[in-house]
């Protein structure tokens, strides 16, 4: 495991020039002003007084997305000096991780963490340091890999998305759950997406059915009918997991 000064340094420095994230965000602002919509439907109050905080965002289209659509106030935060640069220039509040605490205890009403958890050392602590900045009631959308339920045993099989030196965590849709648990949120949508029949058929011998129904059947009413029966309970096998969580 990298120390936070290495983690720090990476992101700041190379991450976000190595993968193209210019490019990246911009080519995907058309789905943002969906997913905003897809947002702020499970929130309350009107648009126009809610702020959304974007944990991680890069350079930041969403948020610029989410200043057209008429949210009231926008944060973003990111390590990437270019992406806070960027936003600044659009008007948009950018705040390095290290800045956090500029932000007012329960005052945001949606965040928002895209790939980003699994970056981190210590996910749970990041968590829960944005929690502490929402509202009761606000939402939190966390999407990241996601890994079906699997037996313990030993495979010649590797996993999907496991990038080093990106990627120092990786969830399964029980351990995201408890991850949310114990930041204080109520998983209230989980759903995965993207090549789930692919990963079912990979991980046939491996997957254990018996203990995910065991111990997700809860979540059976909280899936997405888009993605299939393979993407929803008690599988959970596409390769991208997306959840929707409630402050309580």
Same mark, same amino acid.
């Given at each position: 495991?990298?120390?936070?000064e290495?983690?720090?340094?990476?992101? =700041?420095?190379?991450?976000?020039?190595?993968?193209?994230?210019?490019?990246? #965000? =911009?080519?995907?602002?058309?789905?943002?002003?969906?997913?905003?919509?897809? %947002?702020?439907?499970?929130?309350?109050?009107?648009?126009? =007084?809610?702020?959304?905080?974007?944990?991680?965002?890069?350079?930041?289209?969403?948020? =610029?997305?989410?200043?057209?659509?008429?949210?009231?106030?926008?944060?973003?935060?990111?390590?990437?000096?270019?992406?806070?640069?960027?936003?600044?220039s659009?008007?948009l509040?950018? %705040?390095?991780?290290?800045?956090?605490?500029?932000?007012?205890? #329960?005052?945001?009403?949606?965040?928002?963490?895209?790939?980003?958890?699994?970056?981190?050392?210590?996910?749970?602590?990041?968590?829960?340091?944005?929690?502490?900045?929402?509202?009761?009631?606000?939402?939190?959308?966390?999407? #990241?890999?996601?890994?079906?339920?699997?037996?313990?045993?030993?495979?010649?099989?590797? %996993?999907?998305?496991?990038?080093?030196?990106?990627h120092?965590?990786f969830?399964?849709?029980?351990?995201?759950?408890?991850?949310?648990?114990?930041?204080?949120?109520?998983?209230?949508?989980?759903?995965?997406? #993207?090549?789930?029949?692919?990963?079912?058929?990979?991980?046939?011998?491996?997957?254990?059915?018996?203990?995910?129904?065991?111990?997700?059947?809860?979540?059976?009413?909280?899936?997405?009918?888009?993605?299939?029966?393979?993407?929803?309970?008690?599988?959970f096998?596409?390769?991208?997991?997306?959840?929707?969580?409630?402050?309580?």
């Amino acid at each position: 495991m990298p120390n936070e000064e290495e983690v720090t340094r990476y992101y =700041e420095q190379q991450y976000t020039a190595d993968h193209q994230q210019e490019e990246i #965000q =911009e080519s995907i602002r058309e789905y943002y002003r969906s997913h905003l919509d897809e %947002l702020f439907s499970w929130g309350r109050g009107r648009r126009e =007084e809610a702020s959304l905080l974007d944990f991680g965002c890069s350079f930041p289209t969403f948020l =610029e997305e989410a200043k057209k659509a008429g949210v009231g106030r926008v944060i973003g935060v990111e390590l990437d000096e270019a992406a806070r640069t960027r936003g600044q220039s659009l008007g948009l509040t950018m %705040l390095h991780p290290a800045e956090i605490g500029e932000v007012e205890s #329960q005052t945001v009403d949606a965040a928002r963490f895209s790939h980003t958890l699994e970056h981190h050392i210590d996910p749970l602590a990041i968590l829960c340091g944005v929690v502490q900045k929402l509202k009761r009631g606000a939402v939190v959308y966390l999407t #990241q890999p996601s890994f079906p339920v699997l037996a313990a045993q030993t495979s010649s099989k590797g %996993l999907m998305d496991a990038v080093w030196p990106e990627h120092l965590h990786f969830f399964s849709p029980i351990s995201l759950r408890v991850l949310m648990e114990r930041a204080g949120l109520r998983l209230v949508s989980f759903f995965t997406h #993207q090549n789930a029949d692919a990963v079912v058929s990979k991980y046939a011998r491996e997957l254990d059915l018996a203990y995910s129904v065991a111990n997700l059947r809860d979540l059976e009413c909280l899936g997405n009918d888009l993605f299939g029966r393979n993407a929803n309970f008690p599988a959970f096998a596409g390769e991208n997991g997306a959840a929707y969580g409630l402050k309580e």
